[in-house]
T-cell receptor
């Protein structure tokens, strides 16, 4: 069975602080995808990243970076120099690498960035 | 930028009524999905649809739910007889092909069952 755990239900930081959102996953599949989505207060789901299980390189995109570690089944997300606009719920998700693309979401981490 | 559009953005209905949520996926996409998010909870997979048939469905997607693509552009989710616990945000999503591209989500349709 597949499972995604986001143990941090809510994080509050002051603007310009760095913050890391944790994601731990479980799967018996040897190949899979991992995702992060952002859900701002307006409610839509905004795609941030997709990683393949065979690509463990960390990725950086502007103030965002992702640390994928297969050894610990973790796919953590760091926001550097956080901004108020980063306030949102962030979801980590997992899917099999097959045609179904059924995403299994974690319960989300609510990030509040205070000015 | 192409996007997935959903209507209505919010629907209020009485328990037992039928509801149809509509989605227009991105035009060249072939795979379509419905997900559900009960307020304050995680996003849950309902159903995937390809080549005019259901590819996979979750245990949530019981006989009260159905999907169809009646005219080649709209992708609809029907709930035959709504229950209070069907109150949620329903997200439509689409992607271009198997194992390719990101999954594009619509902005969601909020369903409130009274």
């Amino acid at each position: 069975a597949q499972k995604v755990t986001q143990a941090q239900t809510e994080i509050s930081v002051v603007e310009k602080e760095d913050v890391t959102l944790d994601c731990v996953y479980e799967t018996r599949d040897t190949t899979y995808y991992l995702f992060w989505y952002k859900q701002p207060p307006s409610g839509e789901l905004v795609f941030l990243i997709r990683r393949n299980s065979f690509d463990e390189q960390n990725e950086i995109s502007g103030r965002y970076s992702w640390n994928f570690q297969k050894s610990t089944s973790s796919f953590n997300f760091t926001i550097t120099a956080s901004q108020v606009v980063d306030s949102a719920v962030y979801f980590c998700a997992l899917s099999r690498m097959d045609s179904s693309y059924k995403l299994i979401f974690g319960s989300g981490t609510r990030l509040l960035v205070r000015p | 930028e192409p996007e997935v559009t959903q209507t209505p953005s919010h629907q209020v209905t009485q328990m037992g009524q039928e509801v149809i949520l509509r989605c227009v996926p991105i035009s060249n996409h072939l795979y379509f999905y419905w997900y559900r998010q009960i307020l304050g909870q995680k996003v849950e997979f309902l159903v995937s649809f390809y080549n005019n048939e259901i590819s996979e469905k979750s245990e949530i997607f019981d006989d009260q739910f159905s999907v169809e693509r009646p005219d080649g552009s709209n992708f609809t989710l029907k709930i035959r007889s709504t229950k209070l616990e069907d109150s949620a945000m329903y997200f439509c999503a689409s992607r271009i092909g198997p194992n390719t591209g990101e999954l594009f989500f619509g902005e969601g349709s909020r369903l409130t069952v009274l």
